[in-house]
């Protein structure tokens, strides 16, 4: 049988998110790119294995890869950090649909919006999507109400700049994490595996822990 896909080579491969054999050609073409492939594809799993053992170089145009990073800055809102990546992955659990490209667009938004903010100008970069604007909203609802709160216990307040950092941080992670793929979500698994009960996020909306 011909692969359905490119109509001309022999189908070989069982592909587990079309139901049916492709060609082998047309496995690693589509890959995450028209085909939503579980997670538990044996072909996308090696697939991954060689992309570990192959980093990608980044254009050195890519956003916010200019940016210095203070070096204590993860270890002191190691908290902070572990907040923010729970909320992503609270996010993407509740939005299937979600991808990395989301996730990435939807950060690197924020940070230029957090970044001018700290400029005393106040100007949003919204991403372009729903999902993605939905994201942007979700975590800056988060930042807002954590100050909020840390305001009421009469702590110190938190400063935009650590945010804007941490975005900075999370992006770049981000960027190590996926392969660049339209419908890849390797990005997003890995935050999901910081946090087994992800999958119960929704029956925990209140879990804003201020230090």
Not at 79 to 87: C, H, R, S
Not at 111 to 140: C, D, F, K, N, W
Not at 185 to 203: C, D, H, S, T, W
């Amino acid at each position: 049988m011909p692969c359905p896909i490119c109509e001309k080579r022999k189908a070989e491969r069982f592909c587990p998110a079309k139901g049916e054999k492709i060609c082998a050609v047309c496995c690693g073409r589509e890959r995450e790119v028209t085909i939503d492939c579980p997670v538990d594809c044996s072909y996308l799993i090696s697939a991954r294995r060689y992309e570990d053992e192959h980093h990608r170089q980044l254009p050195a145009d890519t956003p916010l890869l200019g940016v210095n990073l203070p070096s204590d800055i993860i270890h002191i809102h190691q908290q902070l950090i572990a907040a923010l990546a729970f909320t992503i992955a609270k996010f993407c659990a509740e939005h299937r649909e979600a991808t990395d490209l989301d996730v990435l667009a939807a950060m690197q938004a924020l940070a230029e919006t957090t970044r001018t903010l700290m400029t005393g100008i106040y100007y949003e970069t919204q991403p372009v999507g729903q999902v993605r604007r939905e994201l942007y909203a979700a975590v800056s609802a988060f930042w807002i109400e954590l100050k909020q709160k840390q305001a009421q216990h009469g702590g110190a307040a938190r400063k935009d700049s650590d945010f804007f950092y941490l975005l900075v941080f999370l992006y770049r992670m981000g960027l190590s994490r996926t392969n660049g793929r339209p419908r890849s979500r390797r990005y997003i698994e890995f935050l999901r595996g910081q946090f087994p009960a992800v999958q119960e996020l929704k029956r925990n909306e209140s879990r804003i822990i201020v230090p």
